[in-house]
């Protein structure tokens, strides 16, 4: 039996690894990127399943403890600017197979991110404003987020405003104590994909 050339088998391996009710979400959303994109390229990009398509990212899967999630690259391009990213998930966070999307919207939805990589569409550029210096960071969230890939790449995918959320809540902290507890939270919260005050936004 000939293996798939088009299915990297680091992806198969991610999902055997994944929570039991996590691994049929992740099949069938695979599935779904296949069907209508059969020559997109698997990788693993960020210790996650990544499908690219017109020489850019396509979307990613991912599994965490209590649920999976689907998202794509370029979220605001295919979802729209009202539609809130959940973490790293386009449809939020997914628990079973009813939360993935009905079909034929899921379909039209990565076609359309096809659409926007083959056309090159870059991201809406923000509103002018004076933005603000970047924030510096600790050295020791620099090396926790080392130690964690999960974190690294929620962090790196969100905005400025977003990391420096998680920045400040650190460096505010006046004892070390309370300084290593927040990193520590900082860290569990990233991992999950969750910005800092992801409490008081509508899930």
Not at 108 to 115: E, G, L, P, V
Request: charged share 25%; net charge positive; with cysteine.
């Amino acid at each position: 039996m000939t293996q798939d050339s088009s299915r990297d088998p680091r992806i198969d391996a991610y999902i055997e690894r994944a929570a039991p009710f996590a691994q049929p979400i992740l099949r069938q959303l695979r599935e779904a990127v296949h069907e209508v994109c059969p020559q997109v390229v698997e990788s693993i990009r960020w210790s996650m399943p990544s499908f690219s398509h017109a020489g850019a990212i396509l979307c990613q899967i991912a599994a965490f403890k209590q649920h999976a999630s689907f998202g794509y690259w370029k979220h605001v391009l295919v979802m729209g600017e009202g539609v809130e990213r959940d973490g790293m998930g386009s449809y939020g966070k997914m628990t079973s197979i009813s939360d993935i999307p009905p079909r034929e919207r899921l379909l039209a939805d990565i076609r359309k991110a096809m659409k926007v990589n083959e056309e090159a569409t870059k991201a809406p550029a923000a509103r002018k404003t004076v933005p603000k210096p970047a924030a510096e960071l600790p050295a020791e969230l620099v090396a926790a987020l080392n130690k964690n890939k999960a974190a690294q790449a929620t962090f790196d995918a969100f905005p400025p405003s977003c990391r420096r959320e998680y920045i400040e809540w650190i460096t505010e902290a006046k004892r070390e104590q309370t300084r290593a507890t927040r990193l520590a939270q900082t860290i569990e919260w990233l991992a999950e994909g969750k910005r800092r005050n992801w409490k008081y936004q509508n899930c």
